[in-house]
């Protein structure tokens, strides 16, 4: 590991502290996204009465020199914010996955006692706000039973056309249906339900689609993931615009009303 927090949580014994933990999938090179996110929805705070943390996740880009520059800039960015974990693999759409379980791992040992997360993309407008209190609002579940809920995906499969960028071959994935899952745009899912996937991630081939590859943990542990209206992924919604797509901080335009997530994006193709 290249770099870490291993206090953000305050230690895995007052881990509990942490109601909401944003883990936020982030390459090196996205700086501005990072500094945008900082200051706006993934602001650390006391939100309702309960705190909400903020961990970007990245790997490496590039070789030689370039490399290493990255990896030192990002270095100085972590001494400043104290926000990011690193880990020494080369930070492409194909190790999503890896970059999932890595983190999960990290959780075990550093954050076990969260309550919830929410795990997303540096290109996504969530409205942590609106979070916590639907989170709040769920009775019978403080983070410690099952949840997971987002933009759901149901009776798709592995695209099987070399030609695209979620092309899965049959010597991959064999059934041509995935389980159930959450698009990886935005997430929510409570810390007990983390742990199990990470506990099913040990005895599961890794898949390159990351989002796929969680619903299929969560197939093995018998649990299966919800929709949730406050998710958009793929549409927008037209009340008041938070992000200007004009902006420098590539984020995209993007209209939200009282939703949790949004992202201007299409969904991958269906099977």
Not at 266 to 271: D, G, I
Request: charged share 20%; hydrophobic share 35%; glycine share 8%.
């Amino acid at each position: 590991m290249l770099l870490d927090v291993p206090d953000k949580c305050g230690g895995a014994d007052n881990s509990a502290d942490v109601f909401l933990l944003l883990v936020i999938k982030s390459s090196p090179v996205n700086y501005d996204r990072r500094e945008v996110l900082r200051k706006t929805w993934a602001k650390e705070r006391m939100e309702n009465g309960v705190w909400i943390r903020r961990l970007f996740i990245s790997g490496t880009m590039d070789s030689g020199h370039e490399k290493e520059r990255l990896n030192k800039l990002l270095e100085l960015e972590e001494r400043e914010h104290n926000d990011i974990l690193q880990w020494d693999f080369n930070d492409s759409f194909y190790n999503l996955t890896l970059k999932q379980i890595l983190f999960l791992e990290w959780m075990e040992g550093n954050c076990p006692k969260a309550h919830f997360l929410l795990n997303g993309d540096d290109d996504v407008f969530a409205n942590t706000g609106n979070m916590v209190q639907y989170l709040q609002s769920i009775k019978d579940n403080n983070g410690s039973k099952h949840l997971f809920t987002g933009y759901l995906f149901e009776n798709t499969g592995p695209v099987r056309s070399s030609g695209s960028k979620y092309f899965i071959p049959v010597q991959v994935q064999e059934s041509d249906l995935y389980p159930p899952y959450c698009g990886g745009g935005g997430f929510l899912l409570s810390g007990h339900t983390a742990l199990v996937i990470f506990n099913m991630s040990k005895s599961i081939t890794i898949l390159p689609i990351d989002d796929a590859y969680l619903g299929i943990c969560l197939a093995k542990a018998g649990l299966s993931p919800t929709s949730h209206m406050g998710s958009c992924f793929g549409q927008t919604h037209s009340q008041i615009s938070i992000i200007n797509g004009k902006n420098s901080d590539g984020l995209g335009h993007i209209e939200y009303d009282q939703s949790c997530v949004a992202r201007q994006e299409e969904a991958p193709p269906l099977q």
